[in-house]
């Protein structure tokens, strides 16, 4: 598997995605199998803005730290602020639904066998549910996640379940998917880029909704250097359930 920057930001985008809880290396939404390391620190920025299906404009800042506890295990948290710019409303803005994990990789890759990883995931209720800020109800996601080197590509995928907790009768369990694929595209400078894609896809925890949630990305990240990856990314909804489109910019730094 190749030796990349891991990224949580797609942690605190659970709730408006899918809710999808997990984390992934930035701009994916989907999780790979890599972990931080041993005593490595990770930090991540992003701008992410989203178009709900009512034509809500929503962007979240977020800040992700993540730790290396051991070669296998790592731990992270999101931090996101939410401002929303509904159509007949006043824009307000605050803290949402902080997030948190537990990532152990189970099987190392090798030549023949993929990358195998286990991913426990709690979203808080922090977010002002009344305000649009938060999803007003705790989710714990428990995910497998699987990697394949294939040469210039790296294939990625996981499934699991996002229980909820806390909430009314209208809100259910809801199984979710993603699946991604990156190639190394160039090098700057003797520096990788790659291109990125990715399809997600859920149950919709509204129990009234029977349609399946569905997001189709595309996006590129670049490393400068080995400790620093800046990334861009536009995703569309495939399901009016959806968001109708997402834009995401940020940037990762090792430690």
């Known amino acids: 598997m190749k030796t990349r920057t891991a990224a949580g930001a797609a942690l605190a985008l659970a709730a408006a995605l899918f809710p999808l809880s997990a984390r992934a290396y930035r701009p994916l939404t989907t999780e790979d199998a890599g972990v931080v390391g041993k005593g490595k620190l990770q930090l991540e920025s992003s701008w992410d803005r989203l178009s709900m299906p009512d034509r809500e404009i929503e962007d979240y800042l977020l800040l992700v730290p993540s730790y290396g506890?051991?070669?296998?295990?790592?731990?992270?948290?999101?931090?996101?602020?939410?401002?929303?710019?509904?159509?007949?409303?006043?824009?307000?803005?605050?803290?949402?639904?902080?997030?948190?994990?537990?990532?152990?990789?189970?099987?190392?890759?090798?030549?023949?066998r993929p990358a195998l990883t286990a991913l426990a995931s709690w979203r808080s209720d922090s977010g002002k549910h009344r305000h649009g800020l938060g999803a007003g109800y705790r989710e714990l996601g428990l995910f497998g996640v699987g990697?394949?080197?294939?040469?210039?590509?790296?294939?990625?995928?996981?499934?699991?379940?996002?229980?909820?907790?806390?909430?009314?009768?209208?809100?259910?369990?809801?199984?979710?998917?993603?699946?991604?694929?990156?190639?190394?595209?160039?090098?700057?400078?003797?520096?990788?880029?790659?291109?990125?894609?990715?399809?997600?896809?859920?149950?919709?925890?509204?129990?009234?909704?029977?349609?399946?949630r569905a997001t189709w990305f595309w996006g590129l990240l670049f490393e400068p250097t080995p400790r620093l990856a800046f990334d861009i990314g536009i995703g569309w909804g495939l399901e009016d359930v959806s968001p109708r489109w997402r834009t995401t910019l940020g940037a990762t730094c090792t430690f």
């Open 147 to 212: 990697s394949k080197d294939l040469g210039r590509f790296q294939l990625n995928a996981m499934a699991g379940e996002a229980f909820a907790f806390g909430q009314d009768e209208d809100i259910r369990d809801a199984f979710q998917y993603g699946t991604s694929l990156d190639y190394r595209l160039v090098e700057i400078k003797r520096r990788p880029l790659f291109l990125l894609s990715e399809i997600l896809g859920g149950e919709n925890p509204d129990r009234s909704r029977e349609e399946w």
């Open 69 to 112: 506890l051991t070669e296998r295990l790592e731990a992270a948290v999101a931090l996101p602020f939410v401002l929303l710019k509904p159509e007949e409303e006043a824009r307000r803005g605050g803290l949402g639904d902080v997030m948190a994990y537990f990532k152990f990789q189970a099987v190392k890759e090798d030549g023949h």
